[in-house]
């Protein structure tokens, strides 16, 4: 998004308080970053506003992004949030984001968290971690890893260097600010 959405996002209702507040800070919780994994994925093919305004619906009906109770859903969960007109309505989308709340049970056993899993694999180069997530994850392509590192400060880019935004987040000494070894 970087140099249009530093632009357009300031002062908009939904994309303003994401841009200020959000994208690109980094975060150590991992129901945060579970939640944006699975609204990147839920973004593809559809625009960032769309996501934005069913962001709480996602919250709700994902039950605040807890990856055990996601992790712990059946099928009928599948067909409850296949019938939620909040969220969208993509049972690859859906059968994805259970999925990866799994995975994530097992890289939280191995790795104690799943920012420590990212910072463990930090720094790759953007095709190094597009191939780590396709090897985790299901529904992970190219847009949707370089959407979700950038946006919790493990690849720069979320914003430019003249955004206000760009020095409170370099301030916070995000992973792409971090020499390389």
């Not at 934005?52 to 709700?60: D, I, M, N, T, V």
Request: hydrophobic share 40%; aromatic share 12%.
């Amino acid at each position: 998004m970087s140099a249009a959405y530093c632009a357009m996002a300031p002062g908009h209702e939904f994309h303003g308080p994401y841009h200020d507040t959000e994208y690109g800070f980094p975060s150590r919780d991992d129901a945060v970053l579970f939640e944006r994994l699975v609204l990147e994925i839920n973004q593809a093919g559809l625009s960032w506003l769309t996501i934005l305004k069913k962001r709480e619906a996602f919250l709700e009906a994902f039950d605040g992004f807890d990856i055990d109770r996601v992790a712990g859903y059946k099928a009928k969960d599948v067909k409850r949030l296949l019938g939620n007109a909040g969220i969208i309505r993509n049972r690859l989308k859906v059968e994805a984001a259970i999925d990866n709340a799994r995975r994530l049970q097992t890289i939280r056993a191995e790795h104690g968290s799943f920012a420590a899993w990212l910072d463990k694999n930090h720094p790759l180069p953007k095709d190094g971690w597009v191939k780590l997530f396709k090897q985790n994850f299901r529904f992970t392509g190219g847009e949707i890893v370089n959407e979700f590192l950038m946006s919790l400060g493990y690849l720069s880019g979320a914003h430019e260097p003249n955004c206000p935004v760009y020095g409170k987040i370099a301030k916070l000494k995000p992973a792409w600010s971090h020499k390389k070894k």
